[in-house]
């Protein structure tokens, strides 16, 4: 049970920070972290390396949780580059190792040979394993290579078929897609799929929610889809549970550029480009915790405590922005101004949404369940309640508000537990 580490996007880079937020990441049940690491050599001589070796401190520090590279291929296929990141701390206890191997991860790559290894993606990744197990330190290689016209079982199967030698495959694009709040769930099920029929290993995605507005280029103002408060993040955790993939890596920790973390948060602490992810999502950490535990375990667990929990954006997706520089992000249209709440119940109760002045009162069993209503303008609240009494209030740290002055369509979470 692991989680992506954005390397260049964290904020603040003491080894405090970083003991701290491994901590978190062990309070959910998460075991390590891929840190991803962007190019090259000259970012990692100067920045990234000295970020990695306090990752590595850090983990050590605090003990039983692992690290592994994740080679960013954006940008660059330099061969010195990626041998570098690849095989930095190759021996290092807290270097994660599945089947004694050292493991390494690709954030794409699947149409890029490195440097120096010919034109065919193929040959080439093929070539550089071969060296590092030629020169007595051969990887466990599992990277994000996906598939090039769309994710269906089909593209998932060729996918592994065309890179039959690496030892299993990471679905990192584990969105919402407009509308279609349950296209991750899909995806993580054909690599599974794919991964059983071969005998191979797949890493399931989950991923909270997506929100970038940093610039006006394609990828630079978008939200990808509509996750509807909680709902993606669950059903990928009951799909997860359910299939019992081999490895999971939540998508991500703490990438403040595309709001798709769950650590942190870090207000007042991050660059203008992350603007609008600066809100709380530990309520996504604090759910995922029951699942991870029936995942690790394989058995459901006995709800012995209450858990609430609300999801909702600052602002009605109809709202002007009066000083924004930057259009709606894409997809804005595909939301809904809705207050979201999640429970976890060990016995029946009233859980009750207060969206600024109305509300809604919902009679639910013991278990867990969504809950939703329109949002207003105001607080945003919500409460448990049995025999008449109130046992548990969340209230969100942030309002709704429509008077703006720049968008944003990130969530800010709250939650209670008793």
């Given amino acids: 049970m692991f989680a992506h580490w954005h390397t260049p996007v964290q904020p603040v880079n003491t080894l405090d920070a970083y003991r701290a937020e491994i901590r978190k990441a062990q309070a959910m049940g998460v075991d390590g972290f891929a840190y991803n690491v962007t190019p090259g050599l000259t970012n990692w001589n100067n920045t990234y390396r000295s970020r990695i070796d306090m990752l590595y401190q850090a983990a050590s520090e605090v003990g039983d949780f692992y690290l592994f590279p994740s080679v960013d291929m954006c940008c660059s296929n330099d061969r010195n580059w990626i041998d570098t990141v690849m095989l930095y701390r190759y021996n290092d206890p807290a270097r994660l190792r599945m089947d004694g191997l050292p493991v390494g991860q690709t954030w794409i790559g699947q149409n890029t040979a490195p440097s120096g290894t010919g034109s065919d993606p193929v040959a080439g990744w093929k070539g550089v394993l071969d ?30 078929d065309r890179f039959s030698y690496a030892h299993g495959l990471y679905n990192f694009a584990a969105f919402a897609e407009g509308d279609d709040q349950l296209a991750g769930v899909r995806q993580n099920t054909y690599y599974d799929v794919a991964a059983d029929a071969r005998g191979r290993d797949a890493m399931a995605g989950a991923a909270p929610v997506f929100n970038r507005h940093s610039g006006a280029e394609q990828f630079g103002n978008r939200i990808i889809g509509d996750f509807e408060g909680f ?28 709001g798709t973390y769950i650590g942190g948060p870090y207000p007042g602490r991050l660059p203008s480009s992350s603007t609008g992810n600066d809100l709380n999502h530990a309520a996504y950490r604090k759910l995922a915790q029951y699942y991870i535990e029936w995942y690790t375990m394989d058995t459901q667990p006995t709800i012995t405590n209450d858990t609430i929990a609300i999801a909702h954006r600052l602002h009605s997706k109809y709202a002007v922005a009066s000083e924004d520089p930057l259009a709606k992000q894409r997809g804005w249209e595909n939301v809904e101004d809705v207050l979201y709440g999640a429970v976890l119940l060990k016995k029946p109760a009233q859980v009750r949404l207060q969206s600024g002045n109305t509300s809604q009162t919902f009679d639910l069993t013991a278990g867990v369940h969504e809950v939703s209503m329109p949002f207003a303008e105001g607080t945003q609240r919500i409460a448990l309640s049995r025999g008449g009494q109130i046992r548990l209030t969340a209230t969100s740290s942030r309002s709704i508000n429509n008077d703006i002055t720049r968008y944003n369509f990130n969530y800010n979470t709250a939650w209670a537990a008793n």
């Avoid at 060296?131 to 592994?160: E, L, R, S, W």
């Fill in 231 to 258: 709902h993606t993040w669950l059903e990928e955790w009951k799909g997860i549970v359910r299939e019992q993939p081999r490895f999971v890596e939540v998508v991500t920790w703490n990438d403040y550029l595309e």
């Fill in 131 to 160: 060296a590092y197990a030629a020169k007595g330190k051969p990887i466990y290689f599992i990277p994000y290579f996906p598939p090039d016209n769309g994710f269906t079982q089909q593209t998932v199967n060729h996918v592994y």
